[in-house]
């Protein structure tokens, strides 16, 4: 099994900025792709950003420019930076990764959820 841990979430104005920190641990053979994935009230859960295991990103359209996703393979940990943000982008921001585990079955993870509020 793995677990994802979020964190870095908080309330922050309108042009702020903050960065999420998504830590893995467990039984970690190999992680693959990981996401950060955002829910807002009323809303369906939608893809922000990915990051390969070699390190390339993709990003919704809507934040492009302005978040960056990295990733430390050494740390099992993805950082997203938010910059510029908007209260549009206030939601719940999920980490997600596909990995194997030491038992050499695959899955994807998710982490609990961190709270990303921005005020106007």
């Not at 190999?30 to 070699?54: C, D, F, H, N």
């Not at 934040?63 to 950082?79: E, H, I």
Request: aromatic share 10%; glycine share 10%.
């Amino acid at each position: 099994q793995v677990q994802l841990v979020e964190s870095g979430g908080g309330l922050v104005q309108a042009g702020g900025s903050l960065r999420l920190s998504c830590a893995a641990s467990g039984s970690i053979y190999m992680l693959y792709v990981m996401g950060w994935y955002r829910q807002a009230p009323g809303k369906q859960r939608e893809l922000v950003a990915t990051i390969t295991s070699s390190g390339l990103t993709n990003y919704a359209d809507s934040v492009k420019g302005r978040f960056t996703m990295s990733r430390d393979n050494a740390k099992n940990t993805v950082y997203l930076q938010m910059n510029d943000l908007k209260p549009e982008d206030t939601a719940v921001y999920y980490c997600k990764t596909t990995a194997r585990s030491y038992d050499y079955t695959t899955n994807d993870y998710w982490g609990q959820g961190t709270q990303v509020t921005v005020s106007s």
